[in-house]
C-alpha cells in the first residue's frame, strides 16, 4: 500500500511559479513510477508529467513541455512537480500518482493522492 500526500498549491499570478511535492509513504518509492495529471472543472483527468525512476525517462505532456519539470528524491520518498510561466489554463486541481514501473500516461495508476488545488489568475 502506498499512501500520497500532495501540498504545494495556492493562487498565483500568470507568468508565476510553483513547486507541488508528494510524499509517499511505503519503503520501495524507488521502485514506483509516479505522476502528475491535472483536473479542471468539467474536464476529465489529464496527464501532465511522469518519472520512470531517478535519474531520467521523464515525461510531459505538449502542454507543460518546457514549462514544467518532475523530479524525485528516493531519499525522502517524495516527487516533485515545478511549475513555472505559468498560465490561466493551468488552474485544475493537481493530483500525484504512483504504479510500479513502467510509467503510462493514462490513468491507470494504483494510488492517488487527495489533489491540490493550484490557481492560476490572468
Known amino acids: 500500500q502506498v499512501q500520497l500526500v500532495e501540498s504545494g498549491g495556492g493562487l498565483v499570478q500568470a507568468g508565476g511559479s510553483l513547486r507541488l511535492s508528494c510524499a509517499a509513504s511505503?519503503?520501495?518509492?524507488?521502485?514506483?513510477?509516479m505522476a502528475w495529471f491535472r483536473q479542471a472543472p468539467g474536464k476529465e483527468r489529464a496527464f501532465v508529467a511522469a518519472?520512470?525512476?531517478?535519474?531520467?525517462?521523464?515525461y510531459y505532456a505538449d502542454s507543460v513541455k518546457g514549462r514544467f519539470t518532475i523530479s524525485r528524491d528516493n531519499a525522502k520518498n517524495t516527487v516533485y512537480l515545478q511549475m513555472n510561466s505559468l498560465k490561466p489554463e493551468d488552474t485544475a486541481v493537481y493530483y500525484c500518482?504512483?504504479?510500479?514501473?513502467?510509467?503510462?500516461?493514462?490513468?491507470?495508476?494504483?494510488?492517488w493522492g487527495q489533489g491540490t488545488q493550484v490557481t492560476v489568475s490572468s
Open positions: 500518482a504512483a504504479k510500479p514501473r513502467p510509467v503510462v500516461v493514462t490513468t491507470e495508476y494504483d494510488y
Open positions: 518519472d520512470n525512476r531517478s535519474g531520467g525517462n521523464t
Open positions: 511505503g519503503r520501495t518509492f524507488s521502485n514506483y513510477a
